[in-house]
């Protein structure tokens, strides 16, 4: 014999489905967005993807100093009174900018480890290198409580290489063996 469910319980479960089709929501979008990133400047990607894994651990830092002095940035605009709305508008779509292009060059980092380990020759392209690195990354964000602190940290260092590859020196030109 079924026993009733009590009214309360499926208020609740509705409202966690809500949230759930919200997160997947935003997660599809933001992987269209991720995507389109891979496909619109490639080598931007691939060059930030070169930094995330040569040097991870200087990525966070850099992420985490650029998230300090964009908060210090919205404070100085606050500071500004009735006039902080449009430089602190530029200021949130710039930085939005690096932490999407940043999330990019991780994914993209990410995707290329997926591509080894199952041992495929070939993803057909950065953009699919992308999305194939976003998939998990933004899955992992379903984990309740710890998703969302290992996001935080992936963001962060995909901020710090998108800052460095910013603000990278282009190598000089190697000479060839044999050549004047």
């Known amino acids: 014999m079924a026993t009733a469910v009590p009214e309360q319980t499926h208020a609740n479960l509705s409202g966690l489905v809500t949230v759930?089709?919200?997160?997947?929501?935003?997660?599809v979008g933001l992987l269209a967005v991720l995507?389109?990133?891979g496909v619109l400047c490639p080598q931007s990607v691939r060059r930030g993807s070169e930094i995330v894994r040569s040097?991870?651990?200087?990525?966070?830092l850099v992420g985490l100093l650029a998230f300090l002095v964009c908060l210090a940035g919205f404070v100085v605009f606050k500071a500004l009174g009735p006039l902080a709305g449009l430089p602190s508008l530029a200021w949130a779509l710039v930085f939005g900018y690096w932490m999407l292009s940043g999330m990019a060059m991780l994914a993209?980092?990410?995707g290329e480890r997926v591509q080894t380990a199952l041992?495929?020759?070939s993803l057909g392209s950065d953009a699919m290198a992308v999305v194939y690195g976003a998939v998990p990354l933004l899955a992992v964000g379903f984990l309740p409580g710890v998703g969302q602190l290992i996001q935080l940290v992936a963001v962060m260092i995909?901020?710090?290489g998108a800052i460095s590859n910013l603000f990278r020196r282009s190598k000089p030109p190697q000479n060839q063996a044999g050549t004047v």
């Open 20 to 27: 759930l089709l919200a997160a997947l929501g935003i997660s």
């Open 55 to 60: 040097a991870p651990g200087r990525c966070l």
């Open 108 to 110: 993209h980092h990410i």
């Open 158 to 160: 995909g901020l710090g």
């Open 119 to 121: 041992m495929a020759r």
């Open 35 to 37: 995507f389109l990133l």
